[in-house]
Structures are given as C-alpha cells and as structure tokens.
T-cell receptor, first 114, second 115 residues
Framework: AQSVTQPDIHITVSEGASLELRCNYS??????LFWYVQSPGQGLQLLLK??????LVQGIKGFEAEFKRSQSSFNLRKPSVHWSDAAEYFC????????????FGIGTKLQVIP | DVKVTQSSRYLVKRTGEKVFLECVQD?????MFWYRQDPGLGLRLIYF???????EKGDIPEGYSVSREKKERFSLILESASTNQTSMYLC???FGQGINTGELFFGEGSRLTVL
C-alpha cells in the first residue's frame, strides 16, 4: 500500500529565509506526487505536481519540489518565505495509472515570524 | 475555475442525529471524494465515487454512507452521528480515468461538531 511520511509536524522560519519541507513516500513504482497548501479555514489548493520527466518541478507562489527516486523523496522548497506562506502543507501520492486513490501525509504546519 | 461547493461550512448536531453533507462540483468531473481531516492524522479517505450511482469504500467508511444520484453531486451521510465524528470534512473532485492526473480540487470544508 502506498504511504506518505512528513517528518516535520511544525516548522518555524523567519520571513525572507529559505524553506524546505520534507516528504518521503512508499510505493512500488513511480507514483504521481503532489504538494497541496491549506490556509486556515480553507480547503486544499494544489501547489505543484510531478508525473514524469524533469525531476525538478515548479509550482505556484514561487515553490518548487524535487523528485529523488533513490531517496523516495519529494521535498518542497522556496528560496525566500513570505508571511503569507504561513499555512499547512500536505504531500500526497497516487498510483500512476488506473483509478486514482490519493494518499496524504499528516501535514506540516508552517509558521513565519517577522 | 473549478468550483467545488460544500453546502455548509459549520454544523452543530446532537448525538444520534442523521447528518447530510452535500457537495457539488461544476467541472463535469467523473470522480468525487469525501475526506475527513483531523489534527495529527492528516486527510483520511472515507468514500469515493467514479461514476453516478457508484461508490467505493475508502480507508475509514465505518459510520458513513454516500449517495451519488447525479454526476455533479456527492453526499455524505452520517446515519447516527457520534461525538467521534466531530471533524472537518472535505469534498474533492477530479477528472475521470481517461485524463486523470490524480489532481484533486477541494471544497472549503464543512466543520461538524457533534454534541
């Protein structure tokens, strides 16, 4: 069965600092990988996704993520964090074919301090 | 833009009541999903549907049922609400198998409190 691990439940960074949120997945083949963001009281919004090809993918709001097959990782990065990036971030995985069942990690809550 | 609308943002119900959570999407998506979100547990799949009148159990279906009579509408039903069903419920939709990329489009959520 597929699974996702987000080892950091809560991260605090200073505004303007760089950010990396970790995600490890377990799946037998190459999966589809996603990062979603949830602002307080809202639903989830897709930040970026990886299906195949270039292992470095760009998303919205200046985020990027890198797929590393050897490490089963899909870490999210941003070079300079803004106060508006404070939110909860979810990594997700789904099979690359057939019906799609998306499995989510438990989320990482990002706090941004001035 | 894809719009997934959940009928109620906040509900307060009493133990034993029957609860309906409604979700409507306007993108003609084949797939629809119900998740519940709890702190420290992330999102857990309750039920999903790949077609009208079709449903599949997710990871935590106990205590829930669903209905999909029309393509755009997917309802979650709590036959007899219990306090451990107090949670945030998120509806999502996605394209069908032919062009399915796995990307989910979410509603804003329904926060249910069962007293």
């Amino acid at each position: 069965a597929q699974s996702v691990t987000q080892p950091d439940i809560h991260i605090t960074v200073s505004e303007g600092a760089s950010l990396e949120l970790r995600c490890n997945y377990s799946y037998g083949a190459t999966p589809y990988l996603f990062w979603y963001v949830q602002s307080p009281g809202q639903g989830l919004q897709l930040l970026l996704k990886y299906f195949s090809g270039d292992t470095l993918v760009q998303g919205i709001k200046g985020f990027e993520a890198e797929f590393k097959r050897s490490q089963s990782s899909f870490n999210l990065r941003k070079p300079s964090v803004h106060w508006s990036d404070a939110a909860e971030y979810f990594c997700a995985v789904s099979p690359s074919g057939g019906y799609q069942k998306v499995t989510f990690g438990i989320g990482t809550k990002l706090q941004v301090i001035p | 833009d894809v719009k997934v609308t959940q009928s109620s943002r906040y509900l307060v119900k009493r133990t034993g009541e029957k609860v309906f959570l409604e979700c409507v999407q306007d993108m003609d998506h084949e797939n629809m999903f119900w998740y519940r979100q709890d702190p420290g547990l992330g999102l857990r799949l309750i039920y999903f549907s790949y077609d009208v009148k079709m449903k599949e159990k997710g990871d935590i279906p106990e205590g829930y049922s669903v209905s999909r009579e029309k393509k755009e509408r997917f309802s979650l039903i709590l036959e007899s609400a219990s306090t451990n069903q107090t949670s945030m419920y998120l509806c999502a939709s996605s394209f069908g198998q032919g062009i399915n990329t796995g990307e989910l489009f979410f509603g804003e959520g329904s926060r249910l409190t069962v007293l």
